[in-house]
């Protein structure tokens, strides 16, 4: 059995049954993350800034004009269907556009719009008619990098002559090849050999580098050294840019070692609550048992749809196909798919073509469909001592204060683990309803 390693939302999950190996389901949940976010993330939280130099005057922005950013990527940003920076964008953007450059780390959720703001400093940094590695990106896996540059492209689409190049494994360049392209954008250890072994890119001609993700890359075996070592070959002029999604101390101690005299930008994550939510527990003796009362309450209520949360994936399957077979149209979200499968079907759940999304925990993680009225736990959530998993239940079932609509969660219990809800409604101080199944009437 893995460690137990936080999620990218600094979650954990415990009873999973992972084959996984956990830097890697990181680097999956982040690519998730970005196959399926639509839209920016909001906070109502205040961005929290730490200057390098106090003294100096702070500067925000509330519109792209005032940035003074060459035409073309002006143009760019406007054709993304952007009108104004993010919340995090505002803060940011004078810094990494600052004369003489400065550098950044900057934390703050998924979705929120880091990557579209280092875009936007490697493109306006870049110089078109200078054919040479200008801007370096370290991003934890292919598929990450990728994302990336497809952000490159499109924000880039009028800056013409700017390329981007992909130092991924795989891509195979010639030793003594001339690299014309301006951006490059790839994993550290092809990055490193790029650099060092091959000499296809010059680091002290690097004017921009990025390190994103870093929570997922210090995860990820040797990739903190390898990155450490391309920043130590950079000119002392270059600016550096760190971003990263969490901020435990490990990825700060990272951040530190690697970003000389930075200015730190933080959006601290929207919180969970359970106050919008009204919860209710049936009492079951059975496996069977739960999935009668899950019927119930089905046919009783008027749902829109529905998220029903499985502890294991077998358990997952079971009740999949049980409600395949009453004709229930469902879909089953589970680890075993692949990134790209789980992306479809959280499109399919959202453009409403199922009404019923069953999973286990590992991969609902921070994915929020606004338009659930319903959260079903089928098994309670409880960590590999068989206590009371709290993180896990606030995340599947609570919503965000301001953002989140009002919602309906039910319990399936078997008369065993009634101390654990028990445990559980003491912990959020809050009150779940014994519900009788045969009798929806009691639904408020
Ligand atoms: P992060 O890197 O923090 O995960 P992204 O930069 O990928 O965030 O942005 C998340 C989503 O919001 C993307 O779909 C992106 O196109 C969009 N986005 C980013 N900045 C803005 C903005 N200023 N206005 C509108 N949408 C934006």
Known sequence: KSPTVPNVDGSVNNTEEDDEEDGVELAANSLLNKLIRQSLVESSHRVEVLQKDPSSPLYSVK???ELRLK????????????????????????????HPPQNLIAQSQSGTGKTAAFV????????????????????????????????VERMGKFCVDVQVMYAVRGNRIARGTDVTKQIIIGTPGTVLDWCFKQKLIDLTKIRVFVLDEADVMIDTQGFSDQSIRI???LPSKCQMLLFSATFEDSVWQFAERIIPDPNVIKLRKEELTLNNIRQYYVLCRSRKDKYQALCNIYGGITVGQAIIFCQTRQNARWLTVEMMQDGHQVSLLSGELTVDQRASVIQRFRDGKEKVLITTNVCARGIDV???????????????????DYETYLHRIGRTGRFGKKGLAFNMVEVD????????????????????????????
């Open 63 to 65: 519109t792209f004009e």
């Open 71 to 98: 035409e073309e990527l002006l143009k760019g940003i406007y054709a993304m269907g952007f009108n104004r920076p993010s919340k995090i964008q505002e803060m940011a953007l004078p810094m990494m556009l600052a």
């Open 120 to 151: 936007l400093a490697m493109l306006s940094r870049v110089n078109a008619l200078e054919l040479f590695p200008q801007c370096l990106c370290l991003a934890p896996t292919y598929e990450l990098a990728l994302q990336t540059g497809r952000v």
């Open 231 to 233: 920043q130590r070959a």
């Open 370 to 388: 606004k338009q659930v009225t319903i959260v079903v736990n089928f098994d309670l959530p409880v960590n590999q001592a068989e206590e009371p």
């Open 417 to 444: 683990k009634l101390p654990l809800l028990m445990r559980i409604q003491d912990h959020f101080n809050s009150n779940i309803k014994q519900l009788d199944p045969e009798d929806m009437d009691e639904i408020e």
